[in-house]
């Protein structure tokens, strides 16, 4: 029986995320002893491969895993040929250009002749190339943000994502360049049994998201409301009406997409709404 074998990061900010996936898809991949490199899931024909995030995309390309869990930051500055089955929505972050608090900044060609330390040369040669600017790349491993503080250069460019680690060394993100986030990879001559299983995988995973983006609603409606609030509600085909005790009410039951929720929810109440519960999905086929 053919098996998927998936790359997931080994510790770092993607690895628990990378489980609870797994898991909430009904895929049992935590690796209880912290020196396995490898565990086969149980209840699903896929083995998952524990590795350092800068390690995935290659592994992947040469069909030493089929798939992959990674950055998209990590697949564009390796550059390795792989192909994005699905984004995650988590891992979300994105790769700035800042500067020293201080320094007078006049616009993009404020970099121009600068020295730029960052972990990812490659990523930040396209950016320069794009914008064209010419800047002296300083390649580091760790700790960039350190680095015009020490002298070593005049800017960094480096992941961003709550902007607390630039505030914290007297930097200030100028330009925001490239937004990344997990994506799903595959090789990209995966055999017709492995698609299978991805193909399996990616229906789960699609149910999970459309569940975290939508709400359960229910609610009480007058009977002569009614229309009005059905006409508020999308839902997947039409919302369930059911019958109340006291004859003149109804309950409503539906589906709402969670940006469209607090517009929603005003709009209802306005209507004559009352009673509303709105509940968690755990998973949604649509
Ligand atoms: O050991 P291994 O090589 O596997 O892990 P790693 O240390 O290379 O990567 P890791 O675990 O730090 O990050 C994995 C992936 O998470 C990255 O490749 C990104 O795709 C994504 N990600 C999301 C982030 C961040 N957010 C993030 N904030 N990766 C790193 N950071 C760092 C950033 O480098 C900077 O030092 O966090 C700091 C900034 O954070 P804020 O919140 O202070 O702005
Ligand atoms: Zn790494």
Request: hydrophobic share 45%; net charge negative.
């Amino acid at each position: 029986m053919e098996r998927l074998k998936i790359a997931i990061q080994k510790s770092g900010r993607l690895s628990d995320k990378s489980i609870e996936l797994f898991e909430k898809a009904g895929i049992s991949a935590s690796n209880n002893s912290s020196r396995l490199l490898f565990a086969s899931a149980s209840d699903f024909p896929i083995d998952i491969l524990y590795l350092r995030d800068d390690d995935i995309p290659q592994c992947v390309a040469d069909g030493v895993a089929d798939a992959g869990i990674v950055g998209e930051n990590v697949i564009w500055e390796t550059g390795q040929k792989v192909v994005t089955a699905e984004k995650l929505g988590f891992g979300k972050c994105r790769l700035s250009l800042a500067i020293p608090r201080d320094a007078q900044y006049s616009g993009l060609d404020w970099f121009n002749s600068k020295k730029i330390a960052t972990t990812y040369p490659n990523i930040l040669k396209k950016v320069l190339q794009d914008n064209n600017l010419t800047a002296d790349i300083h390649v580091i491993n760790g700790s960039v943000e350190i680095c015009p503080v020490i002298g070593l250069a005049d800017a960094i460019f480096d992941i961003v994502s709550t902007g607390s680690t630039l505030l914290s060394n007297g930097l200030v993100e100028k330009e925001k360049m490239v937004y990344s986030e997990a994506v799903l990879i595959k090789n990209d001559k995966l055999n017709e049994g492995k698609e299978q299983i991805l193909e399996k995988l990616l229906f789960r995973i699609h149910a999970i998201k459309a569940a975290k983006s939508n709400k359960y609603i229910l609610l009480n409606a007058p009977k002569d409301k009614l229309e009005d609030i059905i006409k508020l509600l999308p839902g997947m085909k039409s919302p369930s009406v059911l019958p109340l005790a006291d004859s003149n009410w109804v309950s409503v039951h539906s589906v709402v997409e969670e940006s469209k929720f607090w517009d929603i929810i005003d709009q209802l109440r306005a209507a004559g709404a009352q009673g509303i519960l709105v509940v968690p999905i755990e998973k949604m086929i649509l």
